[in-house]
């Protein structure tokens, strides 16, 4: 089997200075696969309001097997509404990767290669907004 190799995966931009209030969330994963599949699957929404909030997502060499998220958010109750709302997302997410997956491959999933920015933006799925 060829060896891994892990190209790191970066929060997307800087946060505003404006939005002062920041919560990181670190999502473990079982594979590093299925972090990849989080990522993926999460960072193609932009913000509806960049002005009040934005989401940062990463996955590092290191830590290929856990997502690392920040929110940063112009005020505490849009840091709430922002986090509930990616929760929910993130659960459902994951409801559906583990109802999908079959159980041989849950535990041995492997990414065949790492996936870049880059190379996400040109597989066409591309961003919205």
Known sequence: MAEMRWAPIEYNALPNPELRHTLTLNIPMPTALSAQQLYRVL?????????????????????????????????????????NALM?????????????????????????QPITEAEFELNGTGRAG
Do not use: G, W
């Not at 932009?46 to 990463?58: A, F, G, M, V």
């Not at 929910?88 to 065949?112: C, G, H, K, N, Y």
């Open 88 to 112: 929910d997302s993130i659960s459902l997410v994951i409801a559906t990767m583990e109802a999908f997956t079959p159980e041989s491959q849950q535990s041995t999933q492997q990414p065949s």
């Open 43 to 83: 960072s193609v929404d932009k913000e509806l309001k960049p002005i009040d909030s934005t989401i940062r997502y990463r996955i590092t060499e290191q830590t290929s097997d856990i997502v690392d998220i920040q929110i940063n958010c112009r005020s505490i109750r849009q840091l709430r509404l922002t986090t």
